[in-house]
């Protein structure tokens, strides 16, 4: 046991039931591909045929017909960041979209019930912006490289080093950092939130590319951190040059979290709803999307006539997330995201900031 927690403190932590507890289990539904499971799914499955070979639906299909019954038995919403794969991004989830759109999103939902299919930053983002509701993750280990490469002490450390630099932390980081911060960022509104601060420099971190590309857009000073995506630092800007090579007329659109020289061989660069959004409006004829794979999927079922390249990083954390998984979530209330009271309040402090910027 802690020995530096209060009386008070062991009280809450013992009484307070786990969601299990709150809202028992329910009993696990049969997963059998019947008659009625491939009518009531058929509609679902017109959005993923592309991306689902037709003898397989019939294993897809009893999930999420369950899920799609139990979300409404348990009163759940289900919030899906944009690298979900195509079954989970179209077939069961109620809102999707970037982490700021989710954390917007997470702010406004009236259900008591979040399961929340990404990465466990943004269910504890969801949990700080919804302290008295219950946010569940499939599964707690859907972690992120960016997350993990910096702590509270860390930033702790960079505030003694470089006394009145405000700090602004990327959304992709533990409660723990954000509970440091002075503001959150996300890849969609990074440039605003620099640029909304009255100092001429700036930490951004832990995104070190993220933060090259700000910085090439500001007069700011950005001091940044050695952290980097694993899944957008793989991509290269010759192996870009390659596919343009081959083909001049094809749109190259890349995620911030590159390295600069990535983003300066592509057409475009945002946030991944940024990116979603350029190719429903822009209708290329031939595009590249330099992200995670899942999100190619995603799009072109919603863009026919647009050819999509794939080349194919995946992110190993938020393919974590499965069907199975999810139903679990909602059978047996689990796994439940819950923040430490005592950095709670910091972090949501700095999430708020980032929200409350861009109304
Ligand atoms: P977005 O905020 O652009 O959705 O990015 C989140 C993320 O994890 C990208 O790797
Ligand atoms: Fe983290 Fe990169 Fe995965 Fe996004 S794609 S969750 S930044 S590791």
Redesign the pocket.
């Known amino acids: 046991m802690n020995m530096l927690q209060t009386a008070k403190e062991i009280r809450t932590a013992q009484s307070v039931p786990s969601a299990l507890e709150r809202f028992g289990d329910i009993d696990m539904p049969d997963l059998e591909y019947t008659p009625a499971v491939a009518r009531e799914t058929e509609h679902l499955y017109a959005r993923v045929k592309d991306h689902i070979p037709a003898i397989e639906w019939p294993v897809f299909a009893p999930y999420v017909h369950a899920i799609n019954r139990l979300k409404k038995e348990r009163g759940a919403v289900i919030l899906a960041h944009n ?1 979900q794969t195509p079954e989970i991004f179209h077939c069961v989830s109620d809102i999707v979209g970037d982490s700021l759109q989710l954390a917007r999103e997470a702010g406004t939902v009236d259900a008591e019930i979040i399961v929340q299919c990404g ?1 466990h930053f943004m269910a504890e983002t969801s949990k700080l912006l919804n302290p008295e509701k219950t946010v569940l993750i499939p599964d707690m280990k859907a972690g ?4 993990e490469s910096i702590t509270g002490a860390d930033v702790r450390r960079l505030k003694v080093a470089n006394p009145g630099v405000p700090v602004v932390t990327y959304v ?1 980081t533990s409660a723990d950092v954000k509970a440091e911060t002075d503001i959150c960022c996300t890849s969609s509104n990074a440039l605003a939130i620099v640029e909304s601060l009255e100092e001429d420099t700036v930490l951004c971190i832990p995104d070190e590319y993220l933060a090259m590309n700000i910085a090439k857009q500001t007069s700011k000073k950005i001091l940044t951190w050695k952290g980097h ?4 630092e793989r991509f290269t800007a010759d192996e870009l040059l390659a596919y343009k090579e081959a083909d001049p007329n094809i749109q190259i659109i890349g995620h911030p ?1 590159c390295h600069p020289d990535v983003i300066e061989v592509c057409d475009f660069s945002g946030s991944t709803s940024g990116m979603i959004n350029y190719v429903k409006e822009e209708r290329p004829q031939k595009v590249l999307l330099v992200t ?1 794979c899942s999100m190619a999927s995603n799009v072109e079922a919603e863009t026919p006539g647009v050819e999509f390249v794939k080349p194919c990083n995946l ?1 190993p ?2 393919k974590r997330i499965t069907l199975p998984k999810i139903l679990d979530s909602l059978v047996f209330m689990k796994e439940e995201v819950t923040i430490d009271p005592r950095i709670a309040d910091r972090a949501r402090l700095a999430v708020e900031r980032m929200v409350n910027l861009g109304k």
């Open positions: 690298y990465v992120c490289s960016l997350s992709n995506c694993e899944v957008h979290e995670e992110c954390h938020m």
